[in-house]
């Protein structure tokens, strides 16, 4: 899948978002990678034959003190394990939405261990 097409699906999955929780991701940007980076897969501990489909990295609003200067949060959406795992159009777009949503959840300050908790896995 081209790089344009798997855009338009992350695209879409944003702005499905309900406006009171979009409304937040004012400073958060989204990028498209292929795939994470050397430093993204040490930083995690990544062996060779895992990945990830998402990632977010910044300062969660749960742990912001009121005035701080931040740089933009960043949510990373990785194209080629997700294009890889998920062959079928629809599967990958409910799996884009997932991931979208997971990352965006980690930014409201919600842990793995509360999403599993949450059944949202």
Same mark, same amino acid.
């Given at each position: ?11 879409? /999955? ?6 009171? !929780?979009?409304?937040?991701? =004012? ?11 050397? $430093? ?6 990544? +062996? &060779?034959?895992? =990945?990830?489909?998402? *990632? ?5 609003? =749960?742990?912001?003190? $009121? %005035?701080?200067?931040?740089? &933009?949060?960043?949510? =990373?959406?990785?194209? /080629? ?9 629809? /599967? *990958?777009?409910?799996?884009? +939405? +997932? ?7 980690? !930014?409201? %300050? ?12």
């Amino acid at each position: 899948m081209d790089r344009k097409t798997f855009e338009s699906i992350v695209i879409e /999955a944003l702005d499905s978002l309900p406006p009171e !929780f979009a409304r937040y991701l =004012t400073n958060v940007e989204v990028r498209i990678e292929a795939r994470p980076s050397r $430093d993204q897969r040490r930083a995690l501990g990544l +062996r &060779p034959w895992q =990945t990830i489909y998402g *990632l977010y990295e910044g300062v969660p609003l =749960t742990e912001r003190a $009121d %005035g701080d200067p931040l740089l &933009p949060d960043v949510i =990373t959406i990785f194209q /080629a394990p997700l294009v890889r795992d998920f062959p079928s159009r629809d /599967a *990958l777009r409910a799996e884009v +939405r +997932r991931t979208v949503l997971h990352e965006i959840a980690h !930014f409201f %300050g919600i842990s793995d261990e509360r999403l599993h908790e949450l059944d949202a896995y």
